[in-house]
């Protein structure tokens, strides 16, 4: 750890919208007394569809802008992000800042779960396109089967408001009835979206599946790093900035369904 970092510097967490502010607010819940600088690239979303290449540019920028606002640690709350951008992020960064992702907490999770034989994934077409869960998974624990499926219906009805009813209800359940699934003993929600449907996917599967996402996992990653180098803030500093690449009412709107609460977005046009 650089010895120019400090436990009152803030963390930086980013994403390529708003889905990240379901990890965002994981890490505000545990770790309360954290300030925390989020940045949404909504000038860019989706991620899915972008280059590995473009990815790791964005994600080199955004991490600049991080750095400007002296962020300690930061977290890649964004699976595509992860997937492309997570081993260039970390060389860009060198010693400035702690560098963290989504997705290795969901793995070690998973993977020491001995309950878990076969384990199914959800995710976006670009994330399981890169199979980067599935690698991941089979290193850490290679007798682990692993079912994948893009849902690529799912985040863009989340971001709508349109879950927790009954047509949301019947496309997950369509989803989630895929043949592979069947005889699964884990679920991992590789989409930061898809919190926001976890008690669907509970339903569907009568509690009798253990069911993964990226929040608290990825809020206990942040906890441990920090504490494994010396930078747990333990005074009240909780001051949180919410800003956006680029700024509309609808993105304003709903922020509240991922945060849990009303936030204030700022525009930050990084990119100009």
Same mark, same amino acid.
């Given at each position: 750890?650089?010895?120019?970092?400090?436990?009152?510097?803030?963390?930086?967490?980013?994403?390529?919208?708003?889905?990240?502010?379901?990890?965002?607010?994981?890490?505000?819940?545990?770790?309360?007394?954290?300030?925390?600088?989020?940045?949404?690239?909504?000038?860019?979303?989706?991620?899915?569809?972008?280059?590995?290449?473009?990815?790791?540019?964005?994600?080199?920028?955004?991490?600049?802008?991080?750095?400007?606002?002296?962020?300690?640690?930061?977290?890649? &709350?964004?699976?595509?992000?992860?997937?492309?951008?997570?081993?260039?992020?970390?060389?860009?960064?060198?010693?400035?800042?702690?560098?963290?992702?989504?997705?290795?907490?969901?793995?070690?999770?998973?993977?020491?779960?001995?309950?878990?034989?076969?384990?199914?994934?959800? &995710?976006?077409?670009?994330?399981?396109?890169?199979?980067?869960?599935?690698?991941?998974?089979?290193?850490?624990?290679?007798?682990?089967?692993?079912?994948?499926?893009?849902?690529?219906?799912?985040?863009?009805?989340?971001?709508?408001?349109?879950?927790?009813?009954?047509?949301?209800?019947?496309?997950?359940?369509?989803?989630?009835?895929?043949?592979?699934?069947?005889?699964?003993?884990?679920?991992?929600?590789?989409?930061?979206?898809?919190?926001?449907?976890?008690?669907?996917?509970?339903?569907?599967?009568?509690?009798?599946?253990?069911?993964?996402?990226?929040?608290?996992?990825?809020?206990?990653?942040?906890?441990?790093?920090?504490?494994?180098?010396?930078?747990?803030?333990?005074?009240?500093?909780?001051?949180?900035?919410?800003?956006?690449?680029?700024? $509309?009412?609808?993105?304003?709107? $709903?922020?509240?369904?991922?945060?849990?609460?009303?936030?204030?977005?700022?525009?930050?046009?990084?990119?100009?």
């Amino acid at each position: 750890m650089p010895s120019s970092l400090r436990a009152t510097q803030p963390i930086g967490i980013f994403d390529s919208g708003i889905g990240g502010l379901t990890v965002a607010g994981a890490v505000a819940r545990l770790l309360p007394n954290e300030r925390i600088v989020y940045f949404g690239d909504t000038a860019h979303l989706p991620y899915g569809d972008k280059s590995f290449e473009a990815i790791q540019g964005y994600s080199n920028r955004i991490a600049d802008f991080l750095l400007e606002q002296d962020c300690k640690l930061i977290l890649i &709350a964004c699976n595509t992000a992860s997937a492309a951008a997570y081993d260039t992020l970390k060389v860009h960064l060198g010693n400035r800042a702690l560098l963290l992702n989504v997705i290795d907490p969901l793995v070690k999770a998973v993977a020491a779960d001995e309950t878990i034989k076969k384990v199914g994934i959800i &995710a976006t077409k670009a994330t399981v396109s890169s199979g980067v869960y599935e690698r991941k998974l089979k290193e850490a624990r290679p007798s682990l089967e692993v079912a994948s499926l893009a849902t690529a219906l799912l985040a863009s009805m989340i971001e709508a408001g349109f879950y927790n009813n009954s047509v949301s209800q019947a496309i997950i359940n369509s989803y989630l009835s895929y043949p592979d699934f069947q005889d699964i003993q884990g679920m991992l929600l590789a989409c930061t979206h898809y919190p926001l449907i976890r008690n669907e996917i509970d339903f569907y599967f009568r509690h009798r599946v253990n069911v993964y996402d990226s929040t608290d996992t990825a809020a206990r990653a942040v906890k441990e790093a920090l504490e494994a180098n010396g930078l747990l803030n333990t005074e009240p500093n909780a001051g949180k900035r919410f800003c956006v690449s680029d700024y $509309t009412d609808a993105f304003a709107h $709903t922020t509240k369904l991922f945060f849990g609460q009303e936030i204030s977005l700022e525009h930050c046009p990084i990119w100009d």
